[in-house]
């Protein structure tokens, strides 16, 4: 006789949680036999990546894009300094005007305050 007296109730939930369950089991060895596939690709791979090129087997393309790239990095950061330099410029300005329309705006609310006292 089950807790509440409710046997075919609990039997039927039972067998749903090791339906669930075993489902469950099923997916994360399938997840791990994959995982285990992967690793044995990138294995493979880094063994096949591992042995050393030699330069002359290096596609010329592929080294005048490496130059390339270098010019192009060396450029971007000229141009990055550059930019933050401006931005700071730009900051400091931008400042110094909101800072000076503050002030004339305080200026201005105290010279009405003062009128309406007077």
Do not use: C
């Not at 096949?48 to 090129?53: F, M, P, T, V, W």
């Amino acid at each position: 006789m089950g807790l509440f007296g409710n046997d075919k109730e609990q039997d039927a939930r039972l067998d749903a949680l090791e339906a669930h369950v075993r489902a469950m089991t099923e997916a994360v060895q399938q997840t791990q036999l994959d995982v285990m596939k992967v690793n044995i690709s990138l294995i493979r791979m880094e063994s096949a990546l591992g042995e050393k090129l030699d330069t002359d087997a290096v596609d010329p393309a592929i080294s005048a894009l490496n130059e390339e790239l270098g010019t192009a990095r060396a450029e971007y950061e000229r141009m990055a300094a550059a930019a933050s330099e401006s931005w700071a410029t730009l900051h400091a300005g931008a400042t110094d005007a909101v800072e000076a329309l503050r002030s004339s705006v305080e200026e201005a609310a105290g010279r009405i305050e003062q009128e309406l006292q007077d």
